[in-house]
């Protein structure tokens, strides 16, 4: 497939569930190869910007959702370079101006997903941003020694100091609704990506909100968990890839929820791994067999960005090729009365 195609009836519907940067790195590469795609974002982080905002306000958090609509964006780039602009002193340093906006239009429309739909219009983004949930949750973690801690931004450091491994997080309050519209375009999808992005934290607090993971396994969409180049210090030190679908199934009831797994094959230069090594972490190891005992397709692509000097991250634009590529091979391109539909060719 050549770069920067878009087929006619607007490429496939691409639902892609996570939070971080990892699901807007992603974003801003299939962007240039759909029109239909909807961004369902985690609403537990609690650090930073947005757990100030979170704090002062109490308004979701909207630093995941912003990362994601400048990703998406199609605006002047004066626009998008005031969104993403951040303060450097006084009592707004470190806050993004995107947060600001987005907290000003959380006031002036009665619910969090209105102001995103009308931040997502200024911007004039590909598809759609959607909250996974209008609620105020907390995310809550506990370990293998019987311990837990409250807090999205508290689980590196408690994980440290633990020196365990995290057994299960869950929301609170347990179970909140999902923004209907994202279960909706959940079950009208193509194509269901989870990750990349941090385990714990970004992609298994979507699976918590209710009716989300029981409506990615009801799905008879192709569904593709997109592996994390490298462990994660205060979340998956040690953690094998069937490690990761483990957990993701785990918290979704035993669901299964992964038709194929995407992985770097690419290898990681020898400084990078050594700083990674520094920070407890190392590149993910591909234990395809186990994998593939879970009933997972394993395929592996080179997908690191080669131009980033001491980071191991996908290149968006390998990323997104390497997406289209599975499903050219496993969808069947039909025209139905519901439009242009990519289906799975089981």
Known sequence: MSMYHIPVGGGPRIVAIGGGTGLSTMLRGLKFYTKNITAIVTMADDGGGSG???????????????????????????MEQLFAYRFHDGSLKGQSLGNLILAALNEIYPSFDQAVSSMSQVLAITGRVLPVTNANIELVAEFENGTSVRGESKIFSFKK????????????????????????????????????????????????VRGVSAAVAESRGLR????????????????????????????????????????????????????????????????????????????????????????????????????????????????TADGIRYILDR
């Open 52 to 78: 100030m905002l979170r704090h002062d306000l109490g308004m979701p958090p909207p630093g995941d959702v912003r990362n994601c609509l400048q990703a998406l964006a199609n605006c002047e780039p004066v």
């Open 224 to 335: 593709v968990y997109v592996a994390n180049i490298m462990t994660q210090e205060g979340e998956t030190e040690g953690y094998t890839l069937s490690d990761h679908l483990s957990a993701l199934h785990k918290h979704a009831g035993g669901r299964k929820l992964v038709d194929v797994c995407l992985a770097n094959s690419a290898p990681i230069p020898s400084p990078v791994a050594a700083r990674y090594e520094t920070e407890n972490a190392a590149p993910l190891l591909i234990d395809r067999e186990a994998v593939e005992a879970m009933g997972v397709e394993l395929v592996t692509a080179p997908l690191s960005n080669e131009k980033l000097a001491n980071q191991a991250r996908h290149d968006p634009i390998k990323l997104a090729e390497a997406l289209m590529a599975l499903i050219q091979d496993r969808c069947l391109r039909v025209s």
């Open 161 to 208: 100091e633990q020196g365990c491994r995290i057994t299960r997080v869950s929301l609170d309050p347990a179970w909140p609704e999902a923004l209907p519209d994202a279960l909706e375009a959940i079950r009208k999808a193509d194509v269901i990506l989870l990750g990349p992005g941090s385990l714990y934290t970004s992609i298994i607090p979507n699976l918590l």
